[in-house]
């Protein structure tokens, strides 16, 4: 089995998902997430817009098998993490670390995976 195809699989279903909810419906979204501070729709809504966008984008390279990127999708999901985490401590909103935790159930089999590979 291709755990790439597994991996990148899991980024583009909670993309997916997350980009239609911020799109669709910010607040259900948010509250689902856990968040406890009232943000403007219109961010989560652009948010939800550019997720589905890469969404599209990462089951294009999946369904064509194009794993020249792959690694590439390591660094961007680990820059994300930073990100979400930093986040959380300047907000102490929960949400963050819901999101935190949804990237690295991904991320931490794709380094694995790709790690085992390359020796």
């Keep these: 089995m291709d755990f790439r195809r597994l991996t990148l699989g899991y980024v583009v279903t909670y993309l997916a998902i997350g980009g ?13 997430l856990l968040s406890n501070e009232s943000y403007e729709d219109v961010g989560f809504r652009l948010t939800g817009t550019m997720m589905l966008a890469l ?4 089951a294009s390279l999946v369904r064509n098998r194009d794993w020249k990127y792959y690694p590439v999708s390591i660094y961007v999901r680990s820059f994300i993490v930073v990100v979400l985490t930093v986040l959380y401590f300047t907000t102490d909103d929960p949400m963050f670390l819901v999101l935190d935790a949804i990237v690295l159930i991904g991320l931490l089999p794709s380094i694995y995976f790709h790690v085992k590979r390359t020796d």
Excluded: Q
């Excluded at 969404?55 to 990462?58: A, E, F, Q, T």
């Design 20 to 32: 239609a909810g911020f799109l669709v419906a910010p607040d259900l979204t948010r509250e689902l």
């Design 55 to 58: 969404s599209y984008l990462i």
